[in-house]
């Protein structure tokens, strides 16, 4: 019998989460974004659920020619641009929007052979202040007018650093103060929101908005509560059983390290699933789990994690959970316990936790 542990991914939640973006960005075209394997969710599932967007935006150039291989006719669009001047003819064939952030890509596409017979749509990327990818605004406006001469179908793009954080700076408002003085007078589409501009900043989005994690039902904050008012439903759910229980007595430690110590006569429940399936190892005492039939009413309740988390396996305390037995269904995080909620547990963020899932955790898409 395999063991239990399972990743099912809802690709209903995957719609109505795109469904909340068009909402809240009426006027916009989605990009929706399914890098890093869909967030840990497999390309398949982002497939099957997010196929109503306006195109995809990944990473790979072998990811976009997987998309085209399912069938996929609409637009792609490689986030980074292309790592190898190599990849332009593979790019045309599959008829990929373009990234350009920096010096070298604009150099590719100026010496690109195959331009005249297919022009790419280009998103110029432009520094406007988080000072990661794209040119600074006194080069932007020339790689502008150098690849509109090239014959290219330009997008005016920029990324903003703290949609989430409102007093941060660079503030959502300076960058686009930088990006409209940069762009005056230069006609062209705009894609500027990425999920917390999409959620918090909606006088910032552009013609092309760009959701990542809210698609996926976590937040950008790392808090749940940031995002109540959005209404996402989590696509994964990450569940597993309890495979044994031990009989504590007071003064018992438990797993590696013995940091949990049992304050009285104690039921623990061990549970499949351990850091090497993806879950976080820095999990607190006290990190939530949620056991499907554990109360005496026979319903589900919340059961914390004691001890620390292993390779394989991790505890969790039975002492309210009476009806728990081995076999019984725990969620770690999904529906009843939020991706953020583990994940601020563990000092980390949700989108960690996502993309971590581990190969060998088998994925169900429903």
């Given at each position: ?108 596409l100026e010496g690109f052979e195959g331009k005249a017979h297919k022009p790419f749509n280009v998103f110029l990327k432009m520094n406007s202040g988080m000072n990661r990818l794209g040119f600074k605004p006194k080069a932007y406006r020339t790689a502008f007018h150098r690849l509109h001469s090239a014959g290219y179908h330009l997008h005016h793009m920029t990324h903003f650093a ?205």
């Open positions: 019998m395999n063991r239990p542990i399972l990743a099912s991914i809802h690709t209903e939640a995957f719609q109505h989460n795109l469904n909340r973006v068009r909402e809240l960005a009426p006027e916009s075209k989605i990009w929706a974004v399914i890098k890093a394997r869909a967030y840990g969710h497999s390309f398949e599932s982002a497939f099957k659920g997010l196929s109503s967007a306006d195109g995809f935006a990944l990473l790979d150039i072998e990811d976009a020619r997987w998309l085209r291989q399912q069938g996929w006719r609409g637009r792609i669009l490689l986030l980074e641009g292309l790592f190898h001047e190599n990849e332009l003819l593979l790019a045309q064939e599959l008829n990929c929007d373009l990234v350009v952030h920096c010096e070298t890509q604009l150099q590719w703290n949609a989430d954080q409102a007093d941060q700076q660079p503030t959502v408002g300076s960058q686009m103060e930088v990006f409209s003085e940069t762009i005056e007078g230069l006609e062209a589409p705009t894609s500027l929101a990425n999920s917390a501009t999409i959620l918090w900043h909606r006088n910032a989005l552009g013609d092309w908005v760009r959701p990542g994690i809210m698609l996926y039902g976590a937040s950008p904050t790392g808090s749940q509560e940031d995002i109540a008012h959005a209404h996402l439903k989590a696509a994964m759910q990450l569940h597993s059983e309890i495979i044994d229980i031990q009989e504590l007595q007071k003064g018992d430690r438990i797993g590696y390290g013995g940091r949990f110590e049992a304050p009285e006569t104690m039921r623990v429940g061990i549970v499949a699933c351990g850091y090497a399936d993806g879950y976080p190892r820095q999990a607190q005492d006290g990190t939530p789990v949620w056991l499907a039939d554990g109360d005496a009413n026979g319903s589900g309740l919340i059961c914390p994690i004691v001890g620390n988390v292993s390779m394989d396996m991790l505890s969790i305390d039975l002492r309210n959970a009476p009806n728990a037995k081995i076999g019984s269904v725990v969620e770690l995080w999904g529906d009843q316990v939020p991706v953020d909620t583990v994940a601020q547990m563990s000092g980390t963020i949700g989108y960690e936790l996502l993309c971590a899932l581990a190969p060998r955790v088998p994925v169900k898409i429903k």
